[in-house]
């Protein structure tokens, strides 16, 4: 049975050396994701706020509030 590159005779710290990089890889995409993502929501929600016809009063009556 032939195995994969990753993993060698010693293929069990292999392999978990390659899960612990595929997850920091992960983590470190959706984080670059996150950062790019965030200052768009802002600057959407400044827009927004500064459009006086987005803060209407019939708008602000469907918002339920406590």
Request: proline fraction near 6%; charged fraction near 15%.
């Given at each position: 049975?032939?195995?994969p590159?990753?993993?060698?005779?010693?293929?069990?710290?292999?392999?978990?050396?390659?899960?612990?990089?595929?997850?920091?890889?992960?983590?470190?995409?959706?984080?670059?994701?996150?950062?790019?993502?965030?200052?768009?929501?802002?600057?959407?929600?400044?827009?927004?706020?500064?459009?006086?016809?987005?803060r209407?009063?019939?708008?602000?009556?469907?918002?339920?509030?406590?």
């Amino acid at each position: 049975m032939a195995l994969p590159p990753a993993v060698g005779r010693t293929g069990e710290t292999r392999l978990g050396r390659l899960t612990a990089l595929v997850g920091a890889g992960y983590f470190f995409v959706w984080t670059v994701f996150g950062m790019a993502a965030f200052p768009l929501g802002v600057a959407l929600a400044a827009v927004g706020y500064s459009c006086r016809r987005w803060r209407a009063p019939f708008r602000s009556r469907s918002v339920w509030s406590s």
